[in-house]
Every structure is written in C-alpha cells, then in structure tokens.
C-alpha cells in the first residue's frame, strides 16, 4: 500500500494524471461478489461524481468500462441553480451484487440518499445521506439527523437498528464508512475539531470521539481535507489531516484505541480520497482520478471529478 502511495504521489501531483488508462481483462475475475475489486479489475465497484454532478459507476464485471447514471438531484454548476440545493456528494455500491446507492445533501437536513428502484430510471429514496455499505455487501449504514440507521441492502427501506450520534448543534458528520461487518467509523467536527467516532450494530452504540485534528472545526474552511479515508488492507483504521506547506498527512490508526501507528505525507491537498481494503481510490486537488490495488500500479481514468470511492 504505501509503495503505492509514493508512486501517486509522483503521478498525481506532476502531470495531473495522463487522460486516460485502459486495463484488459483477459479472463472472468473470480470475486467475493459480482462488484468486489480485485488487481485484475480495481475498477470494479468504483464509483465517482464528476465535475459537473453527474454520477459514473463501473459496475459491470465483464468490463472496465464506466457508465453515467441519470441525472439524479441538482447539479449547482446550472444556470438555473438556486437555493435550497440537494446536491450528490458520495456514492456506495455493493460488492455482493452492484446495488448503487446515491447520496445527497443538504435538503432536507437529513440528506436523502437515491437508489434504483424495479423499473428503469426509476430512483426511490431513503431517508438519510452518506450511504455506506459493508464489506460482505449486504448491509446499508446511513447518517440521518442525529443517527445512524441500518438496514440490508435487499430491503433498504426497513430499519432494522438505530444508534444515536452526536447532537445536531454539537457535531457534524461529513464522512462514514463500513470498517467490518460490525462496525461503522465517522468523521465530523465539532467547535474544537475534527473528530473520529465508531459506531457498533451489535451493540447499538458510538464509541467515544476521537480528536484527529485541532485545525480544522465546524466554523473553519477546509473541512474536506480532514477526516476518515477508510480501512487498509491490514484493518487499521486510515485518516487525513492537514499540515502546513500544502501537504496533506494521511495517518494510520489502531482499531481498538485509535491511536496513530505510523503516517504518511502527500505533497498537496485531495479532493477525496477512500481507502476500502485493498483498493484506494483518490482525487487530486485538480480532479484527476487515480486508483490503486494492493501494491499495485496507480491507474489513471478520464475526466474531471469531485468525488470518487
């Protein structure tokens, strides 16, 4: 992971990217799911909002070509943009059997998050944003207004656990992610930081807060580049933080305590950057998209984005 990090650093960060990079498959990659990646197809189960709020998915398992969805919720950029915007910021895809999941934000204040319903184009919606779905593919985690609601990806629209988060006028989440099958970690802020929380199923409780930043707060600018990026390959649990100089520190936490095990420089700041087991996935300042497997080679993929995981 981290040999794939330093040569990222030389790809993103000189050129921007190359345009694009195509990867043949040669014969079917044998999966834990129909979407799970793997070195043959990191693509697989990748899913990005580009520039102009449109999601793309690779969500086919005998391709590594991408596809754009309908225009789903507002896209700020038109010239019709008013207030009151629901606008994507984050997409989740089941590795089990390529379930999307769209996440939007901020109207109503719960967020709303899409998915697809039994006819074409047809897109339901859940209460709740920030959709995350666990490693085994079949479980949704969503961050409501003050909670974290839980359901199965077969029946999304049934709660089967709720657990309480931080106040409303406490805490922030911006970012959440499935470490286990068990465990769903947040990232937000409060007026004195950023902080990291763990939310368990199986006990229907939050872990207390973890400060990982005093730099950045709920009133302060730069709020996406701090916060949860995900879990490596070895479950720790992996965070960004800002340090001066443009440079963005990607940390490396124990599971239990969350306390930092080693850590890593980028020279630059991110737009995104998700880390899901094996497969990292990044976007540079300049929305360039780069993903890696494992130790693998940094892939470049056309276009422009905001967001990408």
Aim: net charge negative; glycine share 8%; charged share 20%.
């Amino acid at each position: 992971m981290k040999r794939a990090l330093l040569s990222l650093c030389a790809l993103i960060f000189l050129a921007s990217c190359s345009n694009s990079t195509d990867v043949a498959i040669e014969k079917e990659v044998e999966n834990t799911g129909r979407c799970a990646p793997s070195a043959e197809n990191p693509t697989l189960g990748l899913s990005a909002i580009t520039d102009e709020y449109r999601v793309r998915v690779w969500d086919d398992p005998t391709s590594t070509d991408a596809r754009d969805l309908e225009q789903i919720a507002d896209n700020p950029s038109s010239n019709n943009s008013e207030y009151d915007l629901t606008v994507v910021e984050s997409v989740a895809v089941s590795a089990k059997d390529c379930t999307i999941f769209v996440g939007a934000c901020c109207e109503p204040v719960s967020g709303i998050t899409f998915y697809e319903g039994e006819n074409k184009g047809e897109w339901l919606q859940l209460i709740g944003h920030l959709p995350t779905v666990s490693p085994d593919g079949e479980q949704l985690a969503l961050v409501g207004y003050e909670e974290l609601t839980i359901s199965s990806v077969a029946n999304p629209d049934k709660v089967l656990t709720t657990i309480a988060l931080p106040k409303a006028d406490v805490a922030t989440i911006y970012r959440a992610q499935w470490i286990n099958n068990d465990d769903v970690a947040l990232s937000g802020f409060t007026n004195d930081g950023a902080y990291l929380w763990i939310a368990s199923r199986s006990t229907k409780s939050l872990r207390e807060g973890v400060q990982i930043s005093d730099t950045v707060d709920d009133a302060a600018h730069g709020l996406s580049l701090v916060g949860l990026i995900g879990v490596d390959e070895n479950n720790n649990i992996v965070t960004q933080d800002i340090a001066a100089e443009q440079q963005t520190v990607v940390e490396y936490r124990y599971p239990d305590s969350l306390a930092i095990s080693s850590s890593d420089t980028l020279s630059g700041f991110v737009r995104s950057y998700v880390m899901r087991g094996e497969r990292s996935v990044m976007v540079s300042d300049n929305g360039a998209l780069t993903t890696w497997f494992g130790n693998g080679n940094p892939m470049s993929l056309a276009g422009k984005y905001n967001w990408a995981g």
